[in-house]
């Protein structure tokens, strides 16, 4: 198992931006993909994007694709999630997760952080 642990939400006006950052434990952090979700009140969790292992493969749901960025450093453990032009919808707990990067069923994903908050104003 590794230990994730997600930073960076927080409270912003619509078309603003954050950048979560999910840090991960142990020295194999650079053998695995990883991925970000995210759940709303009342709605299921949701994939947002995954990145391969190597960070030179990435994929995005299309409700975010050309908004947010996913990256990593390996050397740091840490992987990234750029969120710019950010609309009401995209308030929710966001997650990072390691699982398959090319999977959108969090069923794939077998750890997971505790989630941080972002909420976009209107």
């Known amino acids: 198992q590794v230990q994730l642990v997600e930073s960076g939400g927080g409270l912003v006006q619509a078309g603003g931006s954050l950048r979560l950052t999910c840090a991960a434990s142990g020295r194999l952090f650079n053998t695995y993909d990883m991925g970000w979700f995210r759940q709303a009140p009342g709605k299921e969790r949701e994939f947002v994007s995954g990145?391969?292992?190597?960070?030179?493969?990435?994929v995005y749901a299309d409700s975010v694709k050309g908004r947010f960025t996913i990256s990593r450093d390996n050397a740091k453990n840490m992987m990234y999630l750029h969120l710019n032009s950010l609309k009401p919808e995209d308030t929710a707990v966001y997650y990072c997760?390691?699982?398959?990067?090319?999977?959108?069923?969090?069923?794939?994903?077998?750890?997971w952080g505790q989630g941080t908050q972002v909420t976009v104003s209107s």
């Open positions: 997760a390691r699982g398959p990067y090319l999977q959108r069923s969090p069923e794939f994903f077998d750890s």
């Open positions: 990145i391969d292992y190597i960070g030179g493969s990435t």
